[in-house]
């Protein structure tokens, strides 16, 4: 059964320390592993696909990493706005549908 | 462009009662998911369309749930003789297709309360 666990569940930052949310993950296979920011009382909003381990990406002071057992989610510098909970979810092989991890609630303090 | 929308933004019901909620995806994508977030949790699927192949129930939690979609667009969820346990948000995506390379886009979800 494919499993998604993330840590810390919560984490309070002061603006521009800098962090790092993890995502463990066991799936057969990987088609990909998909990193979420949601909003309270929004939908999820795409942030990243990782698909093979190595794989890095970059979207302002966010970069995601893949490793063959986790993800990471590196902050840098964050500002309050970057303020949310960041779900991580796995696609695998033969499902459609995604997996996710119950979210890491960050908040950054001005 | 318009993104998911889903209708109602909330919905309080008696335990009891049934209940539907809309989705409208996209327009042009192909494959529509369920899911439902209860809190602090994540996400759950439910059920997903792919245009016309038959729909994969796998996540349905009981038989009082089921979901149509009309004409590859529209989908509603209907929940039968809900139950307290049924609370949660009920969110909705879509994508071009089901390979990974194509990101689910979500609406903002429908808060069902059942009292």
């Known amino acids: 059964e494919d499993q998604v666990t993330q840590s810390p569940e919560a984490l309070r930052l002061q603006e521009g320390e800098s962090s790092s949310l993890n995502c463990s993950y066991t799936?057969?296979?990987?088609?990909?592993l998909f990193w979420y920011r949601q909003d309270p009382g929004k939908g999820p909003e795409f942030l990243f696909t990782l698909y093979s381990a190595g794989e890095e990406k970059e979207k302002e002071r966010l970069k995601a990493t893949l490793t063959k057992k986790e993800s990471f989610l590196h902050i840098t510098a964050p500002k309050p706005e970057d303020s949310a909970t960041y779900l991580c979810a796995v696609q695998a092989p033969g499902r459609r549908a995604l997996t996710f991890g119950s979210g890491t609630r960050l908040q950054v303090q001005p | 462009g318009a993104g998911v929308s889903q209708s109602p933004s909330n919905k309080v019901t008696e335990k009891g009662k049934d209940v539907e909620l809309r989705c409208d995806p996209i327009s042009g994508h192909t494959a529509l998911y369920w899911y439902r977030q209860s809190l602090g949790q994540g996400l759950e699927f439910l059920i997903y369309f792919q245009g016309n192949s038959a729909p994969d129930k796998s996540g349905l939690p009981s038989d009082r749930f089921s979901a149509e979609r009309t004409g590859g667009s529209v989908s509603t969820l209907t929940i039968q003789r809900t139950q307290q346990e049924d609370s949660a948000v009920y969110l909705c995506?879509?994508?071009?297709?089901?390979?990974?390379?194509?990101?689910?886009?979500f609406g903002p979800g429908t808060r069902l309360t059942v009292t």
């Open positions: 799936v057969s296979g990987l088609r990909g």
């Open positions: 995506a879509s994508s071009l297709g089901t390979s990974a390379s194509y990101e689910q886009y």
